[in-house]
Nanobody, 124 residues
Framework: VQLQASGGGLVQAGGSLRLSCAAS????????MGWFRQAPGKEREFVSA???????EYADSVKGRFTISRDTDKNTVSLQMDSLKPEDTAVYYC???????????????????WGQGTLVTVSS
């Protein structure tokens, strides 16, 4: 089972990026999926999550700027990031919770599958 995150890069403040997470090895259609990020010297933090039914939740710091979505046919989850700020700079990780009931979860320990991370750098 593997999660492969992609789409990171360097962007100027105010710009946009779209991260994608491709899952392989099993279907994640009934699982909660999430995005986290970790900046240098900081702990990994919750960014956004989507339930099996499409309900979404966002960290206050990204609410109104980021949008999470999933394509169950393609077994992917995406994170559209608009109006990016320098403080959004971090390695972004996608994750899956295959143990829970598919409802939204926001804690690192609640996810049992993790992608390798993709670096997002926002310049001022």
């Amino acid at each position: 089972v593997q999660l492969q995150a992609s789409g990171g890069g360097l962007v100027q403040a105010g710009g946009s990026l779209r991260l994608s997470c491709a899952a392989s090895g099993r279907t994640f259609s009934t699982d909660a999926m999430g995005w986290f990020r970790q900046a240098p010297g900081k702990e990994r933090e919750f960014v956004s999550a989507i339930s099996w039914s499409g309900l979404t939740e966002y960290a206050d710091s990204v609410k109104g700027r980021f949008t999470i979505s999933r394509d169950t046919d393609k077994n992917t989850v995406s994170l559209q990031m608009d109006s990016l700020k320098p403080e959004d700079t971090a390695v972004y990780y996608c994750a899956a919770d295959t143990i829970g009931l598919g409802d939204i979860v926001t804690k690192v320990f609640e996810y049992n599958y993790w992608g390798q991370g993709t670096l997002v750098t926002v310049s001022s």
